[in-house]
C-alpha cells in the first residue's frame, strides 16, 4: 500500500508515525514546502523573544528520526497538482524547480493554513511580496526574518490582536521594542469575552503595550520600506499616523485547500476541508487532518476551522491510522480546549464565547467567581478568575473562560471534561474537589462560579 501525505506539519508528520505503526509494510511519503522535519510552530514567539535560545530548540523530530522507520519525508517539495484518475500528485522542487510525480492508493491531505494578508494600501511591493519591514509569523522562516528585522529598529506594530498576535506583542516588547496593538474590538476576541479580556489588557498595558482600540489600518507609508502604519478610528474616522520600523500582520489565517480541490474533496462553509470523524474526505480514499479541515463544534454542531496545534496532532493520529487501515474515530464534535500565557497571566478557555453562543441560538446564563487559588489565610495565593456559561434549557455547562497567574489550565481541563460528558451545573456541583492549605482552597473557584450559575439558572 502506498500512503502519500501532502504537508510536514504537526498534524501530516503525526499522521505518517501513527500510519506506521498501524501498517509496518506500507510506503509511506511525506511531502513538505519545508526542510526541518517537525517542529513545534507554537514555539516560535517564545523564540523570538528570547525565551528560548534557538529555532532548532522547536525541532522535535529532525527528517533523520522519520527516515530510521522507513518514512521518506521529501523536504522543500510543494504540490502543485493532483490527478484523482490515476492517484498521481506533481510535485516542484523548491530548490532547483524540477518536477516530480508521486503515485498513492491513499492520500492524505494536511496542508495546513496560510496567513491572511489583508489588501491595504502599501502592504504589498512587486510580485505580491511583503515589502520589506511588514511579515507575518507561520513558518520557522517567517520567524528568522522577524528576528532580523527586530535588530534593525525599536518601535513595532501588531495588525490583529489574537493568540498570535498578542504572543508576538509580548514576544518583541521583551526584545525591548516599543509595541503598538491595533484592536478592532478587544485581544484575544475568539479566544475569551470583554470581560475577561480586560484583565488580560490591564496587565499588558502594566508592562508597556500600547493599545490602539476601534481601530483599522488605513494605509501602510514609505517610500523604500515600511516606515510608518496609518490607523482610522472607527467610530470618528479620524486618522493617526504611527511610526514604527516593524510591522506583524496576525489577522488570521485560511486553509490551504487548492489541492484537496483538485482532488475532488467536498469544501466546507468555513472554506475548510468537510472531514467525518475517520478524518475521511468526501472522496473514498482521500483523508485530510490539521488546519486545512473544518470539523463542528461540540457544543453548537456547527462547523468550525481547525486551527490548534492539540486538535491537529489529535487528528493526524486519527487520519494516520485509518489512512493505514485501521479503525480511529474523533469525538463527534471539537471543545477548541485552549490556553496561552502573558504578562505573567495564565488565560484558558473551552467551548463557544458568549457571541459565538448566541449567533447559534444558544441561550446561556453566566456565573463568575473573582478568587485566590489558596485559602485566603495561606500565603502565595494567587489571583483567579472564572467564568462558567451553562445552557437555559437544561442548565448544561457548554463553555468556561479563566485567567490567573496560575494553575489555570488544568481547571479549564475539568470544565472541558464536563461538557464533553454533557455535565449540568447540578452535577458539576456533586463534583468532590481536592483541598489542602497549601495546594488548594475548601470549596474550589470552579465549584463557586458554577454555584452562581446555578443559582441565576434557577431563578430564569
Not at 44 to 64: K, M, Q, R, T, W
Request: hydrophobic share 40%; net charge negative.
Amino acid at each position: 500500500m502506498k500512503l502519500l501525505i501532502i504537508g510536514s506539519g504537526a498534524a501530516g508528520l503525526t499522521a505518517a508515525q501513527f500510519a506506521r505503526k498501524t501498517d509496518r509494510q506500507a510506503e509511506i511519503t511525506v511531502l513538505g514546502n519545508e526542510g526541518c522535519g517537525e517542529y513545534s510552530k507554537c514555539g516560535l514567539p517564545y523564540v523570538i523573544g528570547g525565551v528560548l535560545p534557538s529555532l532548532d530548540d522547536l525541532i522535535e523530530f529532525p527528517v533523520a528520526w522519520f527516515q530510521r522507520f522507513n518514512i521518506d519525508v521529501r523536504p522543500e517539495s510543494e504540490a502543485s497538482d493532483v490527478d484523482p484518475e490515476v492517484k498521481a500528485v506533481t510535485a516542484i522542487s523548491l530548490r532547483d524547480g524540477g518536477e516530480e510525480q508521486y503515485r498513492y492508493d491513499v492520500l492524505l491531505i494536511a496542508t495546513g493554513a496560510s496567513s491572511w494578508i489583508p489588501d491595504v494600501k502599501g502592504t504589498f511591493a512587486g510580485g505580491g511580496e511583503l515589502r520589506e519591514g511588514i511579515l507575518a509569523l507561520r513558518t520557522m522562516g517567517d520567524a528568522r526574518r522577524i528576528m532580523e528585522q527586530v535588530q534593525k529598529g525599536n518601535r513595532a506594530m501588531i495588525v490583529g490582536s489574537g493568540l498570535i498576535g498578542m504572543e508576538m506583542a509580548e514576544a518583541l516588547s521583551l526584545r525591548g521594542m516599543r509595541t503598538y496593538v491595533r484592536l478592532r474590538t478587544h485581544l484575544l476576541a475568539g479566544m475569551v469575552d470583554e470581560d475577561m479580556a480586560a484583565i488580560v489588557q490591564n496587565r499588558a498595558e502594566q508592562r508597556g503595550i500600547h493599545f490602539i482600540p476601534r481601530s483599522t489600518v488605513s494605509e501602510i507609508g514609505g517610500v523604500r520600506r515600511m516606515e510608518s502604519v496609518v490607523l482610522r478610528n472607527l467610530d470618528t474616522g479620524e486618522e493617526s499616523e504611527y511610526p514604527v520600523d516593524l510591522v506583524i500582520i496576525s489577522a488570521g489565517s485560511r486553509p490551504r485547500v487548492e489541492i484537496a480541490r483538485k482532488a475532488g474533496c467536498r469544501i466546507g462553509a468555513t472554506g475548510a476541508i468537510a472531514v467525518d470523524e475517520r478524518c475521511m474526505t468526501s472522496v473514498n480514499n482521500v483523508f485530510a487532518a490539521g488546519d486545512c479541515t473544518e470539523y463542528p463544534d461540540l457544543v453548537t454542531g456547527r462547523p468550525v476551522s481547525i486551527g490548534l496545534g492539540s486538535i491537529g496532532v489529535r487528528q493526524g493520529r486519527v487520519a494516520g491510522v485509518n489512512a493505514a487501515g485501521g479503525m480511529g474515530r474523533l469525538p463527534l464534535g471539537v471543545l477548541n480546549n485552549r490556553t496561552t500565557e502573558l504578562f505573567g497571566l495564565e488565560i484558558s478557555a473551552v467551548g463557544p464565547t458568549m457571541k459565538e453562543l448566541r449567533s447559534a441560538g444558544i441561550e446561556a446564563v453566566v456565573g463568575k467567581c473573582n478568587g485566590w487559588t489558596l485559602p485566603d489565610y495561606f500565603p502565595g495565593k494567587k489571583a483567579i478568575t472564572l467564568k462558567v456559561m451553562a445552557d437555559l434549557e437544561h442548565g448544561r455547562i457548554v463553555a468556561a473562560q479563566i485567567v490567573g497567574e496560575e494553575d489555570v489550565h488544568q481547571r479549564i481541563n475539568v470544565f472541558a471534561a464536563a461538557i464533553l460528558n454533557g455535565m449540568t451545573l447540578e452535577d458539576f456541583l456533586g463534583l468532590e474537589t481536592c483541598y489542602a492549605p497549601p495546594a488548594a482552597p475548601t470549596l474550589d473557584p470552579m465549584t463557586l462560579a458554577a454555584d452562581a450559575a446555578l443559582a441565576k439558572w434557577k431563578r430564569r
